[in-house]
Nanobody
């Protein structure tokens, strides 16, 4: 069982930056690949980024490539999402998720555990 808690959301101006954190409970964090997703009102949950168990492999959606960076600190049981050059269309609820595979997935249904989400609002 893994419990995930996101933090760091809030209001940011277009062009600004935010860093989201996702803290995981338990001693098995390093055995999970991690992913970040977001969901805007009326839209499907969208894959953003994933990171392998070791942190050595990452993958991004085209919509955020070059602007967002996923990282993890296995000693702190935490995964991060650094978001730069933010746009109004980035406004959504952001979720982290854990997948027991080595590299993770772009599909929400492959992830076994989810956080409760954190709201990100981008003003234009």
């Amino acid at each position: 069982q893994v419990q995930l808690v996101e933090s760091g959301g809030g209001l940011v101006q277009a062009g600004g930056s935010l860093r989201l954190s996702c803290a995981a409970s338990g001693r098995t964090f390093s055995t999970y690949a991690m992913g970040w997703f977001r969901q805007a009102p009326g839209k499907e949950r969208e894959f953003l980024a994933r990171i392998s168990r070791s942190g050595g492999t990452t993958y991004y959606a085209d919509s955020v490539k070059g602007r967002f960076t996923i990282s993890r600190d296995n000693a702190k049981n935490t995964v991060y999402l650094q978001m730069n050059s933010m746009k109004p269309e980035d406004m959504a609820v952001y979720y982290c998720a854990a997948d027991s595979s080595n590299y993770g997935s772009t599909k929400p249904y492959d992830y076994e555990y989810w956080g409760q989400g954190t709201q990100v609002t981008v003003s234009s």
